[in-house]
Structures are given as C-alpha cells and as structure tokens.
C-alpha cells in the first residue's frame, strides 16, 4: 500500500457494503462494522502480532466511539489501552479492598422545601489516598462486566442505607434513587435479584427508586417493557434518568411503567439564559405531567432556577444548589437539621 487513502477508501466501501439490509426470517437486517487499521512504520521492524495487537486497539476504540465507523492506529491509543487494563485491575483489587464507598446527594420536594430523598453515587478511594472519580470508572466497569458485581453491591449497599433512615426518620418517608447500568438491566434474573436484596435488608420496595436511561430501553421494548413490569411487582419506583439527551421514541414512551421523569442537568443549567432550553424544560415537565409521572431537576445550582422550575410545577429539584453529595453520616446531620429551602 503507497497511500493510506487506499485503504481508508476501502474501509468506507466495506461499511457502505454491509449497511445494505439482508432479509432474514422476514427481517431486515443490516450489519455495522467497526474497524481497526494499523500501519507499518518506515525503517521499524514490525512484528506481525505487534500489527495485529495494534489493528485490534485501533478496532476497540472504534467500538468506543460509537462503531460503524474506522481508526487509523495511533500510539496513544495503545497507552490508553494499558491504562484501561491497569484501571481494571485497580478496581478488582479495589472491590477486594472495599475501596468502594457511596455518597448520597438530597433531592428535595420544591412544593415543601424540603428533603425528599437522596441519590446513591459510587466513590472509590484507592489505597486511602487517591479519589478515582465515577466519569473514569465507570465506563471500564461497563466494558467489563464488573459493573454487575459493583451494582449489586451499590443496590444493597443503598437499601441497607435507605432502611436505617426509615427507622431514624420514619415521619419523613424518604425515597433512595438507585441507577442501574445497562449490564445490569440485561440481566435475565435482575428482578430476581433485587428481590433477595429487598427482604435482606428489610427495606420496602416502595421506597426505592430505580433509575434507568432511555437508550436502556430502546433496543427490545418489549423484553425490556416486561422486565420493568416485574421490578413493579417488588413495588418499585421506575424513573428515567436524564431525559431529553437519548435516543427516545416518544410513541412508546406512554408503554413505559414509568413513575419519574428526570430533566438532564444541560437544559436546566442553561434554562435562565437560553428561552430554547426553558422551552425544552417546560415541555419535559409537561409531558411527564400528562403521562401521570412526578418530574426531578436535576443540576438545580440557583435560586432562580428553583423559582423557574416551581412556577412551571416541577415537583423536585437536585443539585448544589441544595447540597452536593454527601456521606451518610453527613446525609444523616443534615436530616436532623431538617433545612427547608
């Protein structure tokens, strides 16, 4: 190969090509690739596993960003690559260690000013020094699988949390907002094992909250639409979380079991300024209203917005505006409190 354009040119082909949709049992199907492209270097002797190992880099970043699509292999890619797998590694050792601790930030009714409930968020403190946030680890436990042990974990760990503020603050009926991954939601026996959690720790279903993404539930509907339906038989709360940035189909949105909906954070920090994003917001909110759902705000920061967002009768906001993401203990001083805003 004299140009790189040559082979580049035919990766396009070969995309355009297995794009054509192919009937199978009545279906149409089409076949995206993802494409990894590697080099040789002028006067660098080249081993052909050294290529391979690079082409397979080159295809996973492919993967990364979205498929359907080709990379051209870079250096940095192979040191990212060994950052993943040391990060992995990291976090097996981390979940050995019990490195893993949770954070939970109050979500507030704006009708009464006051804590309504909290969001679990997973922290890791690596060797007690060094705190790795969740934007880094979490897509590589994803990637994965360790996402399902973490998850289990984090679900139990909130439900033992959520049922010692039910017996401490049993007047203030509190809600504990859980988020599950889409490795997670895949699993065949997940309401299964949410169940276990549930009469392990004694907590009432109907005081949990399970938060999913759109794009969760836009691939098989209706397996999903099932599964949803068998986490409401444990009595629990459904939401969608970050509403608004997915790839949502509003015809089927009325099919969901939905209880929540949640505003992304990108509209409502943007709403004071931006009469698009106001209008978004309103919408979401009207929306939710008319599908018989309860709407929270999240990314709340100013008072302006609190005003905004109670005007257009959005029943909860969560943001630093009320409090950033606290430990339990924290959690708990602030419950005894009992601040109204």
């Given at each position: 190969v004299q140009h790189r354009e040559v082979v580049t040119d035919f990766a396009d082909q070969l995309h355009q090509e297995f794009m054509q949709p192919i009937?199978?049992?009545?279906?149409?199907?089409?076949?995206?690739?993802?494409?990894?492209?590697?080099?040789?270097?002028?006067?660098?002797?080249?081993?052909?596993?050294?290529?391979?190992?690079?082409?397979?880099?080159?295809?996973?970043?492919?993967?990364?960003?979205?498929?359907?699509?080709?990379?051209?292999?870079?250096?940095?890619?192979?040191?990212?690559?060994?950052?993943?797998?040391?990060?992995e590694s990291d976090m097996r050792k981390g979940m050995e260690k019990s490195e893993f601790s949770l954070n939970y930030q109050p979500i507030v009714s704006l009708k009464t000013g006051r804590i309504a409930g909290f969001e679990a968020l997973a922290r890791w403190l690596q060797d007690q020094r060094r705190s790795i946030s969740p934007v880094a680890f979490i897509p590589v436990a994803e990637e994965t699988g360790l996402i399902v042990p973490l998850g289990q974990w984090i679900f139990e760990e909130a439900c033992t949390q959520a049922q010692r503020w039910q017996t401490e603050f049993s007047d203030a009926n509190l809600s504990m907002s859980i988020n599950l991954s889409s490795r997670q939601f895949a699993q065949a026996d997940l309401a299964e094992q949410l169940s276990q959690i549930l009469q392990k720790?004694?907590?009432?279903?109907?005081?949990?909250?399970?938060?999913?993404?759109?794009?969760?539930?836009?691939?098989?509907?209706?397996?999903?639409?099932?599964?949803?339906?068998?986490?409401?038989?444990?009595?629990?709360?459904?939401?969608?979380?970050?509403?608004?940035?997915?790839?949502?189909?509003?015809?089927?949105?009325h099919r969901f079991p939905m209880d929540t909906l949640k505003?992304?954070?990108?509209?409502?920090?943007?709403?004071?300024?931006?009469?698009?994003?106001?209008?978004?917001?309103?919408?979401?909110?009207?929306?939710?209203h008319n599908l018989g759902m309860d709407v929270v705000a999240e990314g709340v920061e100013t008072n302006s917005q609190v005003k905004l967002l109670r005007e257009l009768g959005c029943e909860y906001g969560q943001g630093y505006f009320f409090a950033r993401p606290l430990t339990a203990e924290a959690a708990s001083a602030l419950l005894r409190q009992n601040p109204k805003w």
């Amino acid at each position: 190969v004299q140009h790189r354009e040559v082979v580049t040119d035919f990766a396009d082909q070969l995309h355009q090509e297995f794009m054509q949709p192919i009937q199978l049992q009545g279906r149409s199907i089409s076949t995206p690739l993802s494409i990894g492209i590697a080099f040789t270097q002028p006067g660098y002797d080249h081993k052909a596993e050294d290529l391979l190992r690079d082409a397979h880099t080159a295809m996973y970043r492919a993967k990364a960003l979205g498929k359907a699509r080709h990379e051209v292999f870079a250096t940095g890619m192979l040191t990212e690559v060994l950052n993943r797998l040391q990060l992995e590694s990291d976090m097996r050792k981390g979940m050995e260690k019990s490195e893993f601790s949770l954070n939970y930030q109050p979500i507030v009714s704006l009708k009464t000013g006051r804590i309504a409930g909290f969001e679990a968020l997973a922290r890791w403190l690596q060797d007690q020094r060094r705190s790795i946030s969740p934007v880094a680890f979490i897509p590589v436990a994803e990637e994965t699988g360790l996402i399902v042990p973490l998850g289990q974990w984090i679900f139990e760990e909130a439900c033992t949390q959520a049922q010692r503020w039910q017996t401490e603050f049993s007047d203030a009926n509190l809600s504990m907002s859980i988020n599950l991954s889409s490795r997670q939601f895949a699993q065949a026996d997940l309401a299964e094992q949410l169940s276990q959690i549930l009469q392990k720790t004694q907590v009432q279903g109907k005081h949990i909250k399970i938060e999913i993404t759109e794009s969760m539930v836009m691939g098989d509907m209706d397996a999903a639409i099932d599964l949803m339906l068998n986490l409401k038989t444990l009595n629990l709360h459904l939401g969608i979380d970050d509403f608004g940035t997915g790839y949502s189909s509003l015809s089927y949105l009325h099919r969901f079991p939905m209880d929540t909906l949640k505003v992304d954070r990108s509209f409502v920090s943007r709403m004071e300024e931006s009469s698009e994003d106001y209008e978004i917001v309103r919408t979401i909110i009207t929306l939710g209203h008319n599908l018989g759902m309860d709407v929270v705000a999240e990314g709340v920061e100013t008072n302006s917005q609190v005003k905004l967002l109670r005007e257009l009768g959005c029943e909860y906001g969560q943001g630093y505006f009320f409090a950033r993401p606290l430990t339990a203990e924290a959690a708990s001083a602030l419950l005894r409190q009992n601040p109204k805003w």
